[in-house]
Nanobody
Framework: QVQLVESGGGLVQAGGSLRLSCAAS????????MGWFRQAPGKEREFVAT????????NYAASVKGRFTISRDNAKNTVALQMNSLKPEDTAVYYC???????????????WGQGIQVTVSR
């Protein structure tokens, strides 16, 4: 059982930056792709970004491409999401997830963190 814990959320003004981190309880390298998802009030959980098990491939939602960067450190069992040029519409609870497939569908991820709030004010 992989446990994931997110950190780094908070309140930021539009145009600002935040860095989210996710720490895994055990070795996730070579076994799991890692992803970030988000869910705003009244909306479904949506894909944000994913990184392959080796870190060699990344994929982003169109809405965040060019502003967000996902990265992983397999030696430390961590994955990060650097968020720049934040917009009010980025406001959501952000979730870290681990899965055996490098995909964008949240239903195919096996382990989830508890989520962390990101609020972007105008």
């Amino acid at each position: 059982q992989v446990q994931l814990v997110e950190s780094g959320g908070g309140l930021v003004q539009a145009g600002g930056s935040l860095r989210l981190s996710c720490a895994a309880s055990e070795r996730t390298s070579s076994d799991f792709a890692m992803g970030w998802f988000r869910q705003a009030p009244g909306k479904e959980r949506e894909f944000v970004a994913t990184v392959s098990a080796t870190g060699g491939s990344t994929n982003y939602a169109a809405s965040v491409k060019g502003r967000f960067t996902i990265s992983r450190d397999n030696a430390k069992n961590t994955v990060a999401l650097q968020m720049n040029s934040l917009k009010p519409e980025d406001t959501a609870v952000y979730y870290c997830a681990a899965g055996r497939l490098y995909v964008t569908s949240p239903t195919l991820y096996d382990y989830w963190g508890q989520g962390i709030q990101v609020t972007v004010s105008r």
